[in-house]
């Protein structure tokens, strides 16, 4: 199963990343919506990114509506209970930030095997998670 993170998804509405957004959409369009999810924790940042972008002119689309969109378009995974401790032991195991340890634990606790994102290099591996930058060019 896959998720995507935050960032992913904002370069792919953002029509001022000239760079990034095209290789954001083009992944999007490549996952299988059947397999892929998305964290409660995603939902919330992009709700809140999208926000701040309006809030600053820079962008005019309705963030309710985006944020519907995606839920439509992918299956919603509420963190259980034990995702919050595992986020603080991810986090002081690994070094990450809190809200980065939080989307690992949350992909840990709900199955995801694949997490598409830019905000993690060397500093996390795991044997069930396996992070891809879909903007690292090889």
Not at 96 to 114: E, K, P, Q, R
């Amino acid at each position: 199963m896959n998720a995507v993170d935050t960032n992913v998804f904002i370069y792919a509405i953002d029509s001022a990343e000239a760079l990034k957004g095209p290789i954001a959409q083009s992944l999007l369009d490549r996952l299988d919506s059947e397999d892929t999810v998305l964290l409660w924790q995603v939902a919330c940042e992009f709700s809140a990114v999208c926000t701040k972008l309006v809030q600053r002119g820079i962008s005019t689309l309705d963030v309710a509506d985006a944020t519907q969109a995606l839920r439509l378009r992918y299956p919603l995974i509420l963190p259980d209970p034990t995702v919050l401790e595992a986020a603080l032991q991810i986090r002081k195991d690994h070094g990450t930030s809190f809200w980065d340890a939080l989307l690992l634990a949350g992909c840990l606790s709900s199955g995801v095997d694949t997490l598409y994102s830019e905000d993690f290099s060397e500093g996390f591996s795991h044997p069930r998670l396996t992070i891809v930058n879909p903007f690292r060019t090889k």
